[in-house]
């Protein structure tokens, strides 16, 4: 099997030990995607307190953070957004977030003939502390 690993220059860098996506045939598999910033530990619409728990977060500044990072991570990887087959939205607040996202999701994928399948999940936490975090599969145009 020929795999090739891709790491974004645009993206943030992961929390550990794995690249931004991998390439096996034409498909590239996006490991899970936060909303956080290159270069820095900041994370867009989140305020922590000096122990790094929440306080306040604003969840349409993440969404359009992790929509972004994805973006970058295709386009450097070979692939595009429109390229997406399939996403799995993990959400630590269900209730409170849902609408939120799926209102953004329905802006960042307008055509319903080209929308990615997506299942949404609930988790009780994120390896940092983000409120969405996306795992995604996209194809690769042939050249």
Known sequence: MSAHVYHSS???????????ARKVGNLLFL??????????????????????????????IQCHSVFQNVKWILEDSGSRWENLVDVT???TNMKA?????NRLYAQYFPDKHTQPCRTTVEV?????????????LAVIDAP
């Open 10 to 20: 645009h993206a943030p860098e992961p929390v550990g030990p794995y690249p931004h």
């Open 89 to 91: 939205v993990f959400l």
């Open 97 to 101: 977030d849902f609408a939120t996202m």
């Open 124 to 136: 009780n936490a994120l390896p940092t502390p983000i409120a969405i975090e996306l795992k995604c």
């Open 31 to 60: 490991s899970g995607v936060g909303p956080r910033k290159k270069g820095s530990t900041e994370i867009p619409g989140v305020t922590l307190d000096a122990n790094r728990n929440i306080i306040a977060y604003d969840f349409e």
